[in-house]
């Protein structure tokens, strides 16, 4: 719906005659940007993050080092159905924005240009965090590491709070369901062997509050 609704705002932006039309294609980026973009960038869990590791030292022995990760990307956890939606978007809208910014400088439009451009790196920005945990446990670069330790140690972050998550809301089925699914994967198998206490998944218990 997004990707249909910004291209007929940049269609209409190029094609009406209007002396204001120029400006049409800037309005989603900027709404998205101004509306939703924050969620992603600054949002903090409605859990506190002591009580989060508190929760968590009962299954893990790497328990801050989750909860930091967790707490970083949380909009990402606490919505993993939309949160892969948002990130596309954001793809979507960024690009338009930088397209656009570079049309209005070139109609010397100095000052459309400049705000279509930061709202374009709003965008780029929250299209880095907002799927951001189960991007990088899909990316195989992250996964094989190669030459950069840190990217499979980020790796291994995310798809352990993937499945750590579930144990903050155990009564979330979404969630329960994508733990499941994360820790099948052999990769996380050895991991939760290591850093897990029973050395698998399962969870008990009642949604902690906030």
Do not use: C
């Amino acid at each position: 719906m997004i990707f249909l609704i910004n291209a007929i705002a940049i269609f209409a932006s190029f094609s009406l005659n209007q002396i204001h039309a120029v400006y049409w294609g800037a309005v989603l980026p900027t709404l998205y940007a101004i509306v939703v973009a924050p969620q992603a960038l600054i949002a903090r869990p409605e859990i506190p993050a002591s009580a989060i590791t508190k929760i968590l030292a009962d299954k893990w022995d790497n328990a801050e080092d989750l909860t930091a990760y967790i707490v970083t990307y949380w909009m990402a956890f606490a919505h993993p159905a939309t949160s892969g939606k948002k990130q596309r978007n954001s793809v979507i809208l960024y690009l338009t924005s930088f397209f656009l910014g570079i049309v209005y400088f070139l109609r010397e439009l100095f000052v459309a240009g400049i705000i279509v451009f930061v709202m374009g790196y709003i965008l780029y920005r929250m299209s880095l965090r907002a799927d951001r945990p189960r991007s990088v446990y899909a990316n195989t670069d992250f996964r094989d590491g190669g030459d950069n330790e840190f990217a499979r140690k980020e790796w291994e972050l995310a798809a352990m709070s993937i499945v750590a998550i579930s144990d903050l809301y155990p009564d979330d089925r979404a969630l329960k369901v994508s733990a499941n699914e994360v820790s099948e994967d052999e990769d996380v198998k050895s991991l939760l062997a290591k850093h897990r206490h029973d050395g698998r998944m399962g969870v008990t218990g009642s949604r902690p509050a906030a």
